[in-house]
């Protein structure tokens, strides 16, 4: 599995908004379910979001960021997207992107740091 790599992260008040994006290797993002985790300090890292792949079309959302995140993908580009809203100070976390579901075998990015001040 080839590395991800996460940008787009920052530092915004709470109910800004952020777009972070994740470039992953063709052949392997193209037909694969993707997904967001995050990580809080002194937390363990977390589910957030997950799209299809191939000819497989749905989304799903960790109950905290359903209704303010949006993820999205463009194949084309062999990117991954996640469209974040109405920013918590609870949704500060680094963000990774990686093949939907991580093992323990998953391979990780250095993730985008996230972080909503009050």
């Known amino acids: 599995q080839v590395q991800p790599v996460e940008s787009g992260g920052g530092l915004v008040q709470a109910g800004g908004s952020l777009r972070p994006s994740c470039a992953f290797s063709?052949?392997?993002?193209?037909?694969?379910?993707m997904a967001w985790y995050r990580q809080a300090p002194g937390n363990q890292r977390e589910w957030v979001a997950s799209?299809?792949?191939?000819?497989?079309?749905?989304?799903d959302y960790a109950e905290p960021v359903k209704g303010r995140f949006t993820i999205s993908r463009d194949n084309a580009k062999n990117t991954m997207y996640l469209e974040m809203n109405n920013l918590k100070p609870e949704d500060t976390a680094v963000y990774y992107c990686?093949?939907?579901?991580?093992?323990?075998?998953?391979?990780w990015g250095q993730g985008t740091q996230v972080t909503v001040s009050s």
């Open positions: 990686t093949v939907y579901p991580a093992t323990r075998s998953t391979i």
């Open positions: 063709g052949r392997i993002f193209s037909t694969n379910v």
């Open positions: 799209i299809g792949g191939g000819s497989w079309a749905f989304t």
